[in-house]
């Protein structure tokens, strides 16, 4: 039996795209948001999950809000999965931390990058892929949804991809977004990436896809027949 993360980048902010909010607190959904959130929920209708986490911003919380309602589960927060502090660029649009200098680093080399009196990408992906590996050992067997950002949702999937650091910006995720995780017998894989459609193939006992396809569809409960 295999773990299953599904890792969910918060729903739309009237700021999504526009500023860099960083961990400014109290930056909630808009309509288009809640829209996502509550679409969210529906997707998952099949799939039988065994907790929800989230990063302790508004913007995370209320994107699985509807989706713990649904399945009946409360929202454990997870501080380390918390959006990166952008330090003094904190508030600042998107088209003026573009014209710096320091800009071209964050494209090119973001693991020589930190954020002026803030984190680096480096630290970053450090305490978010360490975040994911402890929900995972604490839940074995089980179906978690994980609520972050985009940035932390690019830099764990960089790292379970093996791609390096440099490059985890041609990793697209989407607001309200699912990328999913199967953890078996140790070995991590990325099995679905930046998803916004139906997740019914997870509607089954969670098997690694892959051994599932291998037994020939023999098996059942778990068990192997012959």
Known sequence: MATTLFLIRHALTAQTGRVLYGQTPGIDLDDRGRAQA???????ASVRLTAIYSS?????????EPLAAAKRLRVSPAP??????????????????RRTKLWRIVQTAPSRFRFP?????????????AAVDRIARKHPRGRVAVASHGDIVRIVLAHLLGTPLDDFQRIVVDTASVSVIVIHRGQRRVVLANDTGGLERFGEPAVAPWEAA??????????LRG
């Open 38 to 44: 509550a679409k969210l929920a529906e997707r998952f």
């Open 56 to 64: 302790p911003l508004g913007r995370c919380t209320q994107t699985v």
């Open 80 to 97: 380390d999965l918390i959006e990166m502090d952008t330090g003094s660029w904190t508030g600042r649009t998107l088209p003026q931390v």
């Open 117 to 129: 009196d803030g984190e680096g990408f480096v630290e970053a992906q450090t305490r978010a892929v």
């Open 214 to 223: 291998a037994d020939g569809g023999r098996r059942r409960s778990g068990k």
